[in-house]
């Protein structure tokens, strides 16, 4: 795979290297206002999700009440409503701080995070044992 020539290291290249993740923060931020504003405990605040009205605990059920949570600085409920979530978001975080830095600095430090197969086999292992693991009676604490 080719990667598209870096844009040079001037202040108009750097802006349109960082166009991208600050897009992506930009999004996030204003869900995360959007999710402090309009509380999803609430029945159907948001919606209904499809899974949830099956009974089925999906590995994204409880993640909008845990973002709401740990915009009121409180962790033990957000990690009651979605521990995996709780357990992601600083990681994904520092993720997109890096992707923030590598534009900034530009050239090969830019180029896409090659992710090894074996990490994205682990993450669907752990995604998978979490799902079930929510929806056994055993694991029902986990469940939102």
Do not use: K, Y
């Amino acid at each position: 795979m080719t990667l598209p020539a870096a844009a040079p290291l001037t202040e108009a290249g750097r802006l349109q290297r960082l166009a991208s993740p600050l897009a992506a923060g930009a999004l996030a931020a204003l869900g995360t206002v959007a999710l402090h504003v309009r509380d999803p405990h609430v029945s159907g605040s948001w919606g209904f999700c499809p899974t949830a009205l099956v009974g089925f605990s999906c590995p994204f059920c409880g993640s909008l009440r845990a973002v709401n949570d740990l915009t009121h600085l409180d962790l033990g409920a957000a990690a009651s409503s979605n521990l995996l979530f709780v357990v992601a978001a600083p990681v994904v975080v520092a993720l997109w701080l890096r992707r923030l830095v590598a534009c900034w600095r530009g050239g090969a430090a830019a180029a896409p995070l090659e992710v090894p197969r074996a990490l994205w086999i682990t993450f669907a292992v752990v995604l998978a044992a979490f799902t079930v693991a929510r929806n056994l009676p055993v694991g029902a604490w986990l469940a939102p």
